[in-house]
């Protein structure tokens, strides 16, 4: 009786301990920024490490909760960081949650900035740390593959060469200008190598009408916005970032060895003519086929001379250097930077070089007032390759000699009529001149005023001055500049001013559940553009070159020529969120061009989109949120304009003329429509965009996967074409809004954390777009133009050729080229009426991708980190002539020179499987090519798909412990390789390279390997 007793007592005395010990916890749980309760947080009791007990909070973000003094209490929400709380003597906990995601990243817009998760349209972010990953001496090319639905193409391999962009396909027929490029609201086109990549804070790439119809006429090609680095509060702050390392050529093409060339040119001379020529290989028929130098070389037992090494200059140096400063304490904040950057090439006498500085200054004069300004100043200067320079170091004979016995470039020449005739490239890669400078000056001016709360007023001016000069000159002893030319030079000056002044007014109210965000404003924008052209042969000396082109005996080219125009725009936003989640956005902007006759001057451009923010529904449960992080809808409706028309289009040009009087005398006139012949019709509209976007935001464990995934629709009318007139109006053509295409396409943007620990992170990012652009709509009546340009097709980027067919043999049937031989090219008779006529030329490819994007990978362990970028397309083609002119023998390029190891395996009766023509010094067994060698035939259509390593970087950050030693705040070196490895069926030197054929190709590819460093103070 007593041991129950006992037991009774001590029972009781634990439940009334253990009761003391419990009490009720009540809470909220909130975002740590916005103060927004958060709804259905996971709340969790710990104690003694193990999850006793789970609940959640209610859609006021409010739990109540039974615990004992010490236990923890873990508040974990989607996309937030989990917050621990270890219990003391309070009772009522407020529990602030920091977002661990993008979503509460600002975003800048157009005119504003907006955060990411209230975004309505597409927009796409690209931090300075993405473009700092590869060194690049165009921002445009930085850019490529970082985002879906952006195409970046680099319209050579050579140091500073730029860059063909595009915006979510194509979107004109004959009026593409590439995207506007607004720098902290200045207004570029075009070319923007100038801007230090290392000077920007982030570029936003504005994809679809709602997110860029505010720009109204300038956004038809898609608009990107380049933000710079601003100076924050804190104290100053240096940086500097330095690589250096060597560029090693990546050989495209191998060519025939001394041996293998000797027998190729006596089997094409042979097959050409027999009867002169003889047996191949004979003394008699040597001298006759060789020259005295390549003769020596076969005595000497076939010594080779490699050509391409000549002009190569190997472990070519690129470098460069930025150096920043930061100040941001007072009232008063300044950032400044200067850049040298200095490029070799890896041709001799090729290489790019930059000098730029940037300043930026911020004062607050009044809380209510604020003052700042910037300025961009880039001196750079490009020396380039001549056109032919690298082609000719292929196709030179691999017999002849490259120096003479002085060591001086060898020039041979015909002593009977003192006329050269082989030049040397070695002399045109040394001598000759082709030197490009520009000076680009951005700088923008602005003042903030705000009255009152919630509404401010903005006022800005910003200009970009541009000025550029080419410099050329190719003296005797090249083949342009030699007798009777006697020098050629030329002179060609553009310079371009834009300034574009912009005012407005901003305000925001909230009450309640209601957001209203209201923007209103004016623009004024004026563009000038000058160009001079100066040309002259004749020079009494070549010590001078360009610069003595006024002592020129002939003057070949003296003209200039102008382009102005001005645009006044009005436009407004309206951004409404109800709730948070659920938000309305429209825009409306008027433009004025005086690029448009007085009817048809001014152009409205108005936009809606609208997104649901699903995830902050109340309906969505507390299970569905422990893997779902975020979820939106988009979708946007618009017009954007075009104003980019020629300006020959409206006006009639009138051109000095001189033409025969009294069959005797000249007179000098003026002709009506210019050169071109062209009708000004002042009755022009603008081209139109209906756009339309539908895409979704989703975010699942903890963002460790995020996906976007945008489709669209443009349908574009009113676009220009060129009318034909009759011969007795007097002109050719006149311009008319008749046509209307279609480009549709996806954007997708995956982004993945495999792997995240302590001490491990690996992170994955793959971006994949495809799009379909079609010509819906011609003149009336008509349904083509031409063979490329036809309703169906793409209005660009389509090949029509004829069919290769193979080549002869012996026995075939000869009837469509009679006169043919075994070895001779065969084209296909497609319409089979018993002839090669233009008619039998079909669509044999197209250069737009079926698909494209980029793979990145992030690895860090501890201190260490790889990453490894890589960029694809597929489905596309290219017409490859440079690889079938250096293939063929007697071809476009050499004429009877060199060919490739491919161009080696040449037809003869002995090796007839082989779609190489046989060897002839009179070039008949391409003359079955309809079009001629130029044109070529469905052989030079080459699939361009590829998989290329855009660079490989190794980087190591020191220790903090170490740098605080030293006092440096940050310190990280890195090794690099720059485009290693290119995996491609393409047999050009780059299936990247910009356009629809590879002429651009005037370059050899190479690699590049760096070492840099970052340092912060």
């Known amino acids: 009786m007593r041991k129950l007793l006992l037991f009774v007592v001590l029972f009781s005395a634990g439940l009334i301990s253990a009761y003391a010990q419990q009490r009720k916890i009540t809470g909220t749980v909130k975002d740590s920024q916005s103060g927004q309760t958060l709804p259905f947080a996971t709340i969790s009791i710990i104690s003694n490490g193990k999850t006793i007990s789970k609940s959640a909070a209610d859609r006021a973000g409010k739990f109540s909760v039974d615990a004992e003094t010490g236990m923890i209490i873990q508040v974990s929400f989607a996309g937030y960081e989990p917050a621990r709380i270890t219990l003391a003597a309070s009772s009522d906990l407020t529990v602030p949650l920091k977002s661990n995601t993008n979503l509460s990243e600002v975003v800048v817009i157009a005119y504003g900035r907006e955060k990411r998760k209230d975004l309505t349209s597409a927009v796409t972010t690209v931090t300075a740390q993405q473009l700092s990953e590869a060194p690049s001496t165009n921002l445009a090319t930085a850019l490529?593959?970082?985002?879906?639905?952006?195409?970046?193409h680099a319209t050579s391999t050579q140091p500073g060469s730029g860059a063909s962009v595009n915006v979510r396909g194509l979107n004109s027929i004959s009026q593409l200008q590439g995207p506007l490029y607004i720098v902290d609201g200045v207004a570029l086109v075009g070319d923007i190598r100038n801007i230090n990549p290392n000077d920007i804070e982030s570029v936003e790439i504005l994809k679809d009408a709602a997110a860029a119809g505010i720009y109204g006429s300038r956004a038809a090609e898609g608009v990107i916005l380049i933000t710079t680095k601003k100076p924050k509060a804190g104290a100053t702050n240096v940086n500097f970032d330095m690589y250096a390392g060597i560029q090693h050529n990546n050989p495209a093409y191998q060519m025939l060895g001394a041996h293998d060339y000797a027998t190729l040119k006596r089997l094409a001379y042979q097959d050409a003519d027999p009867g002169t020529f003889g047996q191949p290989g004979t003394t008699t028929a040597d001298a006759k086929i060789f020259n005295a130098n390549e003769l020596q070389s076969i005595v000497d037992g076939y010594t080779g001379y490699d050509w391409q090494k000549a002009i190569l200059h190997n472990n070519a140096l690129t470098?460069?250097?930025?150096?920043?400063?930061?100040?941001?304490?007072?009232?008063?904040?300044?950032?400044?930077?200067?850049?040298?950057?200095?490029?070799?090439?890896?041709?001799?006498?090729?290489?790019?070089?930059?000098?730029?500085?940037y300043l930026s200054d911020e004062t607050a004069i009044r809380s209510f007032l604020k003052l700042g300004g910037s300025m961009n100043f880039t001196h750079d200067i490009t020396h380039n390759a001549m056109p032919n320079e690298y082609q000719q170091s292929l196709t030179q004979s691999p017999l002849q000699p490259i120096y003479d016995s002085s060591g001086q470039p060898l020039i041979t020449v015909d002593n009977s009529t003192g006329v050269p005739t082989i030049f040397n490239p070695v002399t045109l890669a040394l001598n000759a001149i082709d030197l490009y400078t520009t000076n680009r000056t951005n700088a923008n001016l602005f003042v903030e005023f705000t009255p009152v709360k919630n509404l401010m007023f903005r006022s800005s001016i910003g200009a970009d001055i541009y000025q550029a000069e080419e410099d050329k000159y190719w003296p005797r002893t090249t083949g342009p500049g030699y007798a009777p030319t006697n020098g050629l030079g030329e002179i060609y000056n553009t310079r371009a001013t834009d300034v574009l002044w912009e005012n407005t007014a901003t305000y925001n109210l909230t009450k309640g559940n209601h957001d209203l965000s209201l923007l209103g404003g004016f623009t004024f924008e004026r563009h000038e553009n000058t160009a001079t052209d100066m040309q002259g042969s004749q020079f009494p000396t070549d010590l001078l070159s360009y610069k003595a082109i006024g002592s020129a005996g002939q003057k070949l080219q003296d003209n200039s020529n102008y382009d102005g125009w001005a645009v006044r725009s009005f436009f407004g936003r309206a951004v409404y969120k109800f709730k948070g989640r659920y938000i309305l956005n429209g825009t409306i902007r008027q433009d004025g061009s005086s690029r448009f006759g007085g009817n048809n001057k001014f152009g409205v451009f108005p936009t809606v989109s609208g997104a649901w923010r699903v995830i902050d529904e109340p309906w969505i449960g507390f299970k569905l949120k422990t893997w779902l992080s975020d979820f939106k809808l988009r979708a946007s409706y618009g017009l954007v304009g075009n104003q980019n028309l020629p300006y020959d289009a409206i006006y009639t040009r009138y051109d000095p003329t001189t033409y025969p009087f009294n069959g005797t005398s000249v007179t000098s006139g003026y002709l009506a429509g210019g050169t071109n012949g062209v009708f000004g019709n002042n009755s022009l509209q603008w081209e139109v965009q209906h756009q339309f976007n539908a895409g979704t935001d989703i975010a699942m464990f903890d963002n460790r996967i995020q996906l976007s995934l945008d489709v669209y629709n443009k349908n574009i009318s009113s676009l220009l074409m060129p009318l034909p007139l009759a011969p007795s109006s007097g002109f050719q053509t006149e311009y008319v809004n008749v046509a209307?295409?279609?480009?549709?396409?996806?954007?997708?943007?995956?982004?993945?954390?495999?792997?995240?620990?302590?001490?491990?992170?690996?992170?994955?990012?793959?971006?994949?777009?495809?799009?379909?652009?079609?010509?819906?709509?011609?003149?009336?009546?008509?349904?083509?133009?031409?063979?490329?340009?036809?309703?169906?097709?793409?209005?660009?980027?389509?090949?029509?050729?004829?069919?290769?067919?193979?080549?002869?043999?012996?026995?075939?049937?000869?009837?469509?080229?009679?006169?043919?031989?075994?070895?001779?090219?065969?084209?296909?008779?497609?319409?089979?009426?018993?002839?090669?006529?233009?008619?039998?030329?079909?669509?044999?490819?197209?250069?737009?991708?079926?698909?494209?994007?980029?793979?990145?990978?992030?690895?860090?362990?501890?201190?260490?980190?790889?990453?490894?970028n890589s960029t694809f397309a597929y489905g596309q083609k290219l017409n490859n002539l440079t690889f079938t002119n250096l293939t063929y023998y007697n071809s476009a390029f050499g004429s009877q020179g060199n060919v490739t190891v491919q161009g080696g395996d040449y037809w003869t009766p002995t090796n007839t499987n082989t779609v190489i023509p046989r060897p002839n010094s009179f070039g008949t067994s391409l003359k079955t090519l309809p079009g001629g060698i130029s044109q070529g035939s469905s052989y030079s259509i080459q699939n361009a798909s590829y998989l290329r390593i855009q660079h490989i970087t190794l980087g190591y950050d020191l220790p903090s412990s170490l740098l605080k030693k030293i006092k440096v705040n940050t310190l990280n070196i890195y090794a690099q390789a720059l485009n290693p490895f290119v995996f491609t069926s393409y047999k050009g030197i780059d299936p990247d390279i910009a356009g629809n054929y590879a002429s651009n190709e005037i370059y050899p590819r190479y690699r590049t390997f760096i070492l840099g460093a970052r340092l912060s103070l």
């Open 144 to 152: 490529g593959s970082r985002v879906p639905g952006l195409e970046v």
């Open 740 to 868: 209307a295409m279609r480009t549709r396409g996806i954007d997708v943007a995956l982004k993945t954390t495999p792997v995240k620990t302590a001490s491990f992170t690996w992170q994955a990012q793959i971006n994949w777009s495809k799009y379909d652009s079609k010509v819906t709509k011609l003149f009336p009546g008509r349904d083509s133009v031409n063979l490329y340009l036809r309703v169906g097709l793409p209005p660009a980027g389509t090949f029509v050729n004829y069919i290769f067919d193979g080549l002869y043999q012996q026995g075939d049937n000869f009837k469509l080229n009679p006169n043919g031989k075994p070895g001779d090219i065969k084209i296909r008779d497609v319409n089979g009426d018993g002839k090669i006529t233009p008619l039998d030329q079909v669509v044999v490819g197209s250069s737009i991708p079926k698909g494209s994007g980029n793979f990145w990978n992030y690895f860090r362990y501890k201190a260490i980190s790889l990453t490894v």
């Open 319 to 357: 470098q460069n250097y930025t150096l920043s400063v930061a100040n941001g304490t007072g009232s008063n904040k300044v950032y400044f930077s200067g850049q040298y950057q200095n490029q070799d090439g890896i041709l001799i006498n090729t290489g790019y070089k930059k000098y730029s500085g």
